[in-house]
């Protein structure tokens, strides 16, 4: 059965840098489970976890937005990192994984400032 | 699979019948995310009600004089003054401080109601010169029967959570596991306006792994399950892949709600969003 499969790929640091524990992952996009604000500037993805097989705890990306206006436009910051990550999770790339958000090559999409991976232990 | 993805807003939403006065004031009890889908921060005397986000509605079940504050002159729901009489279509010819069955007063005087801090109790105040809220020109006194209503309506940060868990949610599309009605009794499950209500219940696979559920109270107009029903297969069903479906949310002027659920002749009330094992 072929696949209409798609990856989104993340990393939020130099690997050299950083030897990539923690920093940088792909995720079947159907894995991602729900997303929602989680603090001023912050709004969290949800996905399976991938690396210990467990069904207790999701894999965390919490995506950081800009803070520095009013609570609304807070709100709105996070919504548009939330859509962001909608339109990644839909896109198709039969070439190779999507990149939903990269440090490295300074690929970050609705207003996105900056990841942090938090892998399921 | 492509699919979309429904996003969701808290919108707060609290009724309560059967409020007796003590001390001059009369306390409602602890407003929660369970029980009103918000939590009101501390509001002093002084906070004008126009500042907050929410209102405070009184509707009055019993007829007694000298009970309303001056504050208040006209119905809050129909705009008639409270001194019509009877032309004005109340019981009797009364003077606008007298309450008659049914009046609705939005509690909208400075120091009408007080919130305690950190406990999400809304204190409404007499209309008299003591107690700790209320004065003779801002206050209401009420009987155990009246009705109370506090109703989120805009973004605000005088109403938590504005930014942490449970304030949105956003779910996969192929996430909703079903729908149930659920009986909706508080405020004997009116709205101030005497419309109906009931509540529906999104049921969602969790965003936490752990095989439980997340889910999304509504409360809205009455006897509109089957119509919230057929909006969700079509929000679920659409094309909209690019950003997500925004179902409901309140933002610094109002409220948003999908018109696949308002042109279906559905108000929403009230939203609560209740996410397990979130860190």
Redesign the interface.
């Known amino acids: 059965m072929r696949q ?2 798609n990856f989104m790929y993340f990393n939020m640091a130099d690997p050299v840098a950083s030897g990539w524990t923690d920093d940088g992952n792909m995720y079947r996009s ?1 894995s ?9 500037g ?1 709004a ?1 993805m ?1 996905f ?2 991938i690396h210990n097989g ?5 894999d ?1 990306i919490v995506l950081a937005t800009d803070a520095s206006g ?3 436009a ?2 709105v910051n ?2 548009a990192a ?2 962001a990550m ?2 990644k ?2 896109t ?1 790339n039969k070439d190779g994984f999507v990149v939903a958000f990269s440090e490295i090559e300074n690929f970050k999409p609705g207003g996105i400032t900056g990841i942090t991976v938090t892998l ?1 232990s | ?3 979309p ?1 429904l ?1 969701f807003g808290r919108k707060g939403y609290y009724a309560q019948a059967g409020v007796a006065p003590t001390s001059n004031v009369a306390a409602l009890t602890a407003i929660t995310n369970a029980n009103g889908g918000m939590l009101p921060i501390v509001k002093a005397n002084s906070v004008d009600p126009l500042t907050l986000g929410y209102r405070v509605v009184h509707r009055a079940v019993d007829a007694v004089d000298d009970k309303r504050g001056t504050d208040y002159t006209h119905d809050w729901v129909t705009g008639v003054a409270f001194s019509a009489g009877t032309a004005g279509g109340w019981d009797a010819n009364k003077n606008q401080d007298d309450i008659q069955a049914n009046q609705v007063t939005n509690l909208t005087g400075v120091s009408a109601f007080i919130v305690g801090s950190g406990d999400q109790v809304v204190t409404i105040g007499d209309n008299v010169a003591a107690g700790t809220a209320g004065t003779v020109a801002t206050g209401i006194t009420m009987t155990a029967n009246d009705e109370v209503w506090v109703e989120e309506f805009q ?3 005088a109403v938590l959570p ?4 449970g ?6 599309a ?2 909703l596991i079903g729908i149930e009605p659920l009986a909706y009794s508080a405020g004997n499950g009116l709205h101030y306006d005497n419309t109906a209500l009931d509540k529906t219940r999104l049921i ?8 439980t559920v ?1 889910t999304v109270d509504i409360v809205h107009t009455g006897a509109k399950f089957k119509e919230m029903c057929e909006a969700m297969e079509d929000l679920c069903n659409s094309n909209v ?4 479906t ?1 179902v409901h949310y309140l ?2 002027h109002g409220q948003f709600v999908h018109n696949a659920i308002s042109g279906r002749g559905i108000n929403i009330y009230g939203v609560t ?1 209740t ?1 397990q ?3």
Do not use: Q, W
């Not at chain 1, 991602?32 to 001023?40: H, P």
């Not at chain 1, 467990?54 to 999701?58: I, K, L, N, Q, T």
């Not at chain 2, 504005?162 to 868990?165: F, G």
């Open positions: 209409d499969a159907d991602l489970m729900a997303m929602n604000s989680t603090a001023a912050a969290t949800y399976e976890a467990h069904f207790d705890a999701p965390d009013d609570d609304d807070d709100r996070r919504v939330m859509d909608v339109s999770a839909n198709r399921d | 699979m492509k699919t993805y996003y973004f605000n940060a504005i930014a942490t868990i304030a949105d949610t956003c779910f996969p192929t996430s969602f696979k969790s965003g936490d792994a752990d095989r997340d892949y690019d950003e997500m925004k933002h610094k969003i996410l094992n979130r860190a």
